[in-house]
């Protein structure tokens, strides 16, 4: 028997941390026992049922997982390995990493950068894995740190908040936009240079205005997105990964056809496996892991309803690292 936590809707909603055992798990050529799992967004909106996110019930939670292998048939995996699981579906479709066991594909597995440990990959997660994407896709897009200031949105949140670390120690000029101003002392230890309120960029603002940014990190979407396409400079790109303030999009065409600038959309959930040991690699060389700490608050499984529950209410700094032994 092992700890899990299980949504479940016979008939009504309800969300627990229980004892199943091995029948409980899905089908899949790895096992692993968990040490360490993760509440992001997308957890916290399962959880406490706020969005359509599962789709087979009932369900584990956990989008994010961080363990060692200890049964496999898969050729590229044997028991003892490090892994870590980001997205591909589970806590959604398929049973999640909320929990002391899970089982899982293979072919979803990533190993555990030696940088980290288990605990410092899930204080990175998939919010800080998707960080990296999106400062990946603006360097390709031709992104340096002599181009000028990058806004991130959302910064005291998980995406947000690597973000903003990554950026600094790279060498940007980051610019950090949030509802708490009481976090601004946190955002700029983080690296920020400089911290804005979000009311700056979350009301309908003007199709094109005064060029701000050279780039943008967002993670709230709605108006907060239209604005900050409108305010980035001409050839700019801003990097789309998150809806915190609306799954809208209230913009015009102007930004794109009179500034040149490019919005390049982040998925994590799907991303192919090479862009994901590309960004893990990078985040083993570009991420500071003593900034983890400061980003970090760890919670218990027993404890994981009550944080996301909180996590929705916007109570929550940073990363929160769920303890699945506890």
Not at 157 to 186: C, F, H, I, M, N
Not at 199 to 216: D, F, I, T
Not at 260 to 287: F, I, N, T, Y
Request: hydrophobic content about 50%; aromatic content about 6%.
């Amino acid at each position: 028997m092992f700890n899990a936590l299980v949504l479940d809707k016979t008939p009504d909603f309800q969300a627990s941390v229980r004892a199943v055992d091995d029948g409980f798990l899905p089908d899949g050529d790895v096992t692993i026992n968990v040490d360490y799992s993760t509440l992001n967004y997308k957890d916290g909106l399962a959880i406490t049922n706020r969005s359509p996110v599962v789709r087979n019930w009932p369900m584990v939670a956990g989008i994010d997982g961080a363990g060692t292998v200890t049964a496999s048939t898969h050729a590229a995996w044997k028991v003892g390995d490090a892994v870590v699981l980001n997205g591909f579906g589970v806590g959604e479709t398929h049973k999640g990493c909320l929990a002391q066991r899970a089982r899982l594909k293979g072919d979803w597995l990533v190993r555990r950068p030696d940088a980290f440990s288990a605990r410092q990959a899930m204080a990175i997660g998939t919010a800080g894995y998707t960080a990296m994407l999106c400062v990946l896709a603006l360097e390709k897009h031709g992104l340096r740190p002599a181009a000028g200031d990058v806004l991130v949105t959302g910064a005291t949140g998980g995406v947000g908040s690597v973000a903003v670390a990554l950026l600094a120690k790279l060498g940007y000029r980051v610019v950090a936009a949030t509802g708490k101003a009481p976090e601004a002392g946190y955002l700029t230890a983080l690296g920020a240079a400089a911290v804005i309120d979000r009311s700056e960029l979350g009301a309908p603002g003007k199709p094109l205005q005064k060029e701000r940014w050279a780039a943008v990190v967002d993670a709230v979407g709605s108006h907060t997105l239209a604005n900050a396409c409108a305010q980035t400079r001409y050839g700019g790109a801003v990097a789309a990964c998150g809806l915190a303030q609306g799954i809208d999009l209230p913009a015009t065409v102007m930004p794109f056809i009179l500034r040149g600038v490019a919005l390049l959309g982040v998925d994590s959930v799907m991303a192919p496996m090479h862009a994901r040991e590309q960004a893990w690699a990078r985040l083993a060389v570009d991420l500071n892991p003593a900034v983890l700490e400061a980003i970090t608050t760890e919670v218990p499984l027993s404890g994981a309803i009550v944080a996301a529950g909180q996590l929705m209410a916007g109570q929550v700094r940073g990363r929160l690292v769920v303890d699945t032994g506890r």
